[in-house]
């Protein structure tokens, strides 16, 4: 394999699984790790990616650049699709119920309860649209600036969103450590921040690449969590940081 296939290679699975670590693709390739980083160095001086510890995460993880929306509203990977099966299950009858507007959370519409009556209330264009024909769903769309993304997080979005009281709430963010829940916006930081402190029950949405770093804003602390759900590939060190945190995890399996 030519390096420029092998980096077209490293850039698709980079895509699907949001981190690489070069061990693994030392091993994938047949290849010493030193080759490997030096396709990783590489790649980032041609703003292909970020290198990390061990590997590297998408350009996307930290800069201020939304997704395609292909792929932000799209099917949604194998692990974000295990962790949406289990966690729509926590929706009660006539609850009051936060989507925001991730990946995660679109991935989740197909999933969501049919058979039961409950309010939805999110600050996504794209999330109220997709629900507005499902009878048994009331949606409330939290109004304010639409930014490209089709999510609302502005300081009238915010203003907007402290007048609820939600059951549960459905949380993600860009990346969880020992820190809490960061993102790279301050702006988002502080809005779901506004919609946690009036949740009930909070339930984070974290897939397994996510762990261990820290982007731009922190914004929320594990402790402040009641559950997190990640998928099986979660390292049992990050799954053990926050259990030593109090905090229920729970590990979604391949179906």
Same mark, same amino acid.
């Given at each position: 394999?030519?390096?420029?296939e092998?980096r077209q290679e490293?850039?698709?699975?980079l895509?699907?699984?949001?981190r690489?670590?070069?061990?693994d693709?030392?091993?994938k390739?047949? =290849?010493?790790i030193?080759s490997?980083r030096r396709?990783?160095?590489? =790649?980032e001086?041609q703003?292909?990616?970020?290198r990390t510890?061990g590997g590297?995460? %998408?350009i996307t993880?930290v800069r201020?650049?939304?997704?395609?929306r292909?792929i932000r509203?799209g099917?949604?990977?194998?692990y974000?699709?295990?962790?949406?099966?289990?966690?729509?299950?926590?929706?009660?009858?006539?609850?009051?119920?936060?989507?925001?507007?991730?990946a995660?959370?679109?991935?989740m519409?197909?999933?969501? %309860?049919?058979?039961?009556s409950?309010?939805?209330?999110? @600050?996504?264009?794209?999330?109220?649209?997709?629900l507005?024909?499902?009878g048994?769903i009331?949606?409330?769309?939290?109004?304010?600036?639409?930014?490209s993304?089709?999510?609302?997080?502005?300081?009238?979005?915010n203003a907007?969103?402290?007048?609820f009281?939600f059951d549960?709430c459905?949380?993600?963010a860009g990346?969880?450590?020992l820190k809490g829940?960061?993102t790279?916006t %301050?702006?988002v930081?502080?809005?779901?921040?506004?919609?946690f @402190?009036?949740?009930?029950k909070i339930?984070?949405?974290?897939?397994h690449?996510?762990?261990?770093?820290? =982007?731009?804003?922190?914004?929320? %602390?594990v402790?402040g969590?009641?559950?997190?759900?990640?998928?099986?590939e979660t390292?049992?060190?990050?799954?053990?940081?926050v259990?030593?945190?109090?905090?229920e995890?729970?590990?979604?399996?391949?179906?």
């Amino acid at each position: 394999m030519f390096s420029d296939e092998r980096r077209q290679e490293i850039s698709k699975l980079l895509e699907e699984n949001g981190r690489v670590w070069a061990k693994d693709l030392a091993s994938k390739f047949e =290849m010493s790790i030193d080759s490997i980083r030096r396709d990783l160095s590489i =790649m980032e001086e041609q703003g292909l990616l970020k290198r990390t510890h061990g590997g590297a995460i %998408p350009i996307t993880k930290v800069r201020n650049m939304a997704q395609p929306r292909s792929i932000r509203y799209g099917e949604g990977s194998v692990y974000q699709n295990d962790i949406a099966k289990l966690a729509v299950t926590y929706i009660k009858e006539n609850q009051t119920v936060f989507i925001g507007g991730a990946a995660i959370h679109f991935v989740m519409m197909k999933y969501l %309860p049919k058979d039961i009556s409950y309010t939805v209330v999110t @600050n996504s264009v794209e999330i109220a649209y997709y629900l507005r024909d499902l009878g048994n769903i009331q949606v409330y769309l939290i109004g304010g600036f639409v930014k490209s993304s089709g999510n609302i997080t502005d300081a009238l979005a915010n203003a907007f969103a402290r007048q609820f009281t939600f059951d549960l709430c459905f949380a993600t963010a860009g990346a969880l450590s020992l820190k809490g829940l960061s993102t790279a916006t %301050p702006e988002v930081s502080i809005f779901h921040k506004t919609v946690f @402190n009036n949740s009930r029950k909070i339930i984070a949405l974290i897939e397994h690449f996510k762990f261990g770093d820290d =982007m731009f804003s922190n914004f929320y %602390p594990v402790n402040g969590l009641n559950i997190i759900i990640t998928d099986n590939e979660t390292k049992i060190e990050d799954i053990n940081m926050v259990k030593n945190q109090g905090v229920e995890i729970l590990v979604a399996k391949n179906n």
